[in-house]
T-cell receptor, first 112, second 113 residues
Framework: DGGITQSPKYLFRKEGQNVTLSCEQN?????MYWYRQDPGQGLRLIYY???????QKGDIAEGYSVSREKKESFPLTVTSAQKNPTAFYLC???????????FGSGTQLSVL | GQQLNQSPQSMFIQEGEDVSMNCTSS?????WLWYKQEPGEGPVLLIA?????ELTSNGRLTAQFGITRKDSFLNISASIPSDVGIYFC?????????????FGTGTRLTVIP
């Protein structure tokens, strides 16, 4: 099946630890996005990438880092500098031709 | 970043009733997208709209791209319990080279059997 796969579904971070959230898509989309969703709130953009080897900061990039070495993959690292990382993280990709944005199933990150 | 104005914020309806919600913006968009999200899951794309005035259906769901290109509407007819969830819109600006996606704040739908 074509789509976006996020892993893991649940992730726990210890204080001072960096953790990486995986996002893989087989839709041949150029653009990929990472959003943070807090309870009862809308989506906030962390980082986005419109092409391989290029990415841009979103509204809340501090404490996060990304890479885009392959078209299919856009991992997000939550660093120890992110002091309030507990949230639901969503990865998405956008088709240039049909302009449809598809989301992964999300990763719930919690702090131990 | 910009958020789209979505209303209502929440709705409590009886099973079988029809539902309407809308998104408005101060900006013109090229594409409007509508999603449904259930707890602990990613949003699922329901309908995509590409032209001003376009009316598109997906089963009991119907969405319209506003004539001004600054708004969009989603209707659900004959609601059923599995319609429960959060519905939100997204507007897309084409070809800006920057962040070009903006989201509504969501409408939480509760269907009472």
């Amino acid at each position: 099946d074509g789509g976006i796969t996020q892993s893991p579904k649940y992730l726990f971070r210890k204080e001072g630890q960096n953790v990486t959230l995986s996002c893989e898509q087989n839709l041949n989309h150029d653009a990929m996005y990472w959003y943070r969703q807090d309870p009862g709130q809308g989506l906030r953009l962390i980082y986005y990438s419109q092409i391989v080897n290029d990415f841009q900061k979103g509204d809340i990039a501090e404490g996060y880092s990304v890479s885009r070495e392959k078209k299919e993959s856009f991992p997000l690292t939550v660093t120890s500098a992110q002091k309030n990382p507990t949230a639901f993280y969503l990865c998405a990709s956008l088709g240039r031709l049909n302009e449809k944005l598809f989301f992964g199933s999300g990763t719930q990150l919690s702090v131990l | 970043g910009q958020q789209l104005n979505q209303s209502p914020q929440s709705m409590f309806i009886q099973e079988g009733e029809d539902v309407s919600m809308n998104c408005t913006s101060s900006s013109i968009f090229n594409t409007w997208l509508w999603y449904k999200q259930e707890p602990g899951e990613g949003p699922v794309l329901l309908i995509a709209l590409y032209k001003a005035g376009e009316l598109t259906s997906n089963g009991r769901l119907t969405a319209q791209f506003g004539i001004t290109r600054k708004d969009s509407f989603l209707n659900i007819s004959a609601s059923i319990p599995s319609d429960v969830g959060i519905y939100f819109c997204a507007g897309l600006l084409r070809g800006t080279g920057a962040n070009n996606l903006f989201f509504g704040t969501g409408t939480r739908l509760t269907v009472i059997p």
